[in-house]
Structure formats: C-alpha cells, structure tokens
C-alpha cells in the first residue's frame, strides 16, 4: 500500500510536448486568470544557450536576472524606434518563458569551471578556484618525513654591540612545522 514514487515521474526522460503547457501551472495573477505560459522547445533551450554564452559567459559580470531580460529582449518582444532611440515592448507573459524556467535549463547548460574561466580569466581561476585534489598529508608516512618550511625578514634592525650607531642587519626567522 506504500507509493512506489522511486519508480514515477520519469526522472532524466525528455517529455513529449504537445499544445498544451506541461508541468505545474503557474500562480494565479493579481487580475484572477492563470497564464499558461509556453513549453521549452528544443528552440527555446538554443536561445537560452545562446543568451547564455553571449551575455552571462563574458567579463562584464551579468546576473542571471539580467541575463533572462536580455533573452526577453532579443526573442520575445518588439522592437521600435521612438526619436531615435530603440525600444523594445516584451510580449504577454502567457507567451514567454518564465524566470524559473530560464533558471532550470540554465542549470542544465550550466559549467561552473568554464563559468568561471569566462567571467574571471583563466589565470585567476587557477589561482583562487581550482578544486584542490591533494594535500601535503597524504604522503605523510609519519613523524619527520615531512617538514614544511618558512622564512620571514623580521622588521628588527640589529646593531652593534659596541657601536650602536652600525647597523648590521635585519634578522631572518624561520619556521619549521613537521607535517605529520
């Protein structure tokens, strides 16, 4: 009599669209009608990608918010000129993809390391946010087999002992840790 829900819902199967909007309904309007919507086709996904990889995958740090309005802009809307000057009107919502399905596929495309490498640089990102795939501890076999070493000019100046006017230098301090 339990439901068997490990075995419903066709988890990674790409549904069958037909006229009909599928997957859940969205929210009611302020005005009391519900708005469809529209399906993701497989030219809406290549829009996303393209908006994805024009806009959000460049240095100039859009936000995913920013990213869907300028999609909204490039392909459902229309555009005009007013003195000079080109504006664009974006479609009804019950014509448009909604935010979060925007955001589903855009984890779908998503590339955290290419992302990255695209936004920062290729430099930075193996500098700050590579993934670390080691350690120094794992070829630690145990005490005194490793040592880890570190050297720091102080901001002392030593003199002389007999002349106090003869500087001789600045100290080094080091510092030895033994890993294990």
Do not use: C
């Not at 009909?20 to 009608?33: A, F, L, S, Y």
């Not at 779908?108 to 640089?121: G, L, V």
């Not at 080691?134 to 070829?139: A, C, G, I, L, P």
């Amino acid at each position: 009599m339990l439901p068997d829900y490990s075995k419903s819902g066709g988890k990674g199967k790409i549904k069958t669209l037909s006229n009909e909007k599928v997957g859940r309904p969205r929210r009611v309007t302020i005005d009391g009608e519900y708005r469809s919507g529209i399906n993701i086709t497989d030219e809406v996904k290549v829009q996303f990608e393209h908006a994805i990889n024009k806009y959000y995958r460049k240095s100039n740090n859009y936000t995913l918010r920013d990213v869907y309005h300028f999609v909204l802009r490039d392909f459902y809307s229309d555009r005009f000129k007013v003195n000079g000057e080109y504006q664009y009107r974006i479609w009804d919502a019950d014509r448009i993809p909604s935010y979060d399905q925007f955001y589903y596929w855009f984890k779908k495309f998503e590339d955290p390391k290419k992302d990255m490498q695209f936004r920062k640089s290729v430099k930075e990102y193996e500098l700050k946010h590579r993934p670390l795939l080691s350690n120094s501890k794992v070829e630690t076999n145990g005490p005194g087999t490793r040592f880890q070493i570190d050297a720091t000019i102080a901001d002392v100046y030593i003199v002389s002992a007999f002349d106090v006017n003869r500087i001789i230098g600045r100290p080094v301090v080091y510092a030895v840790i033994d890993v294990y």
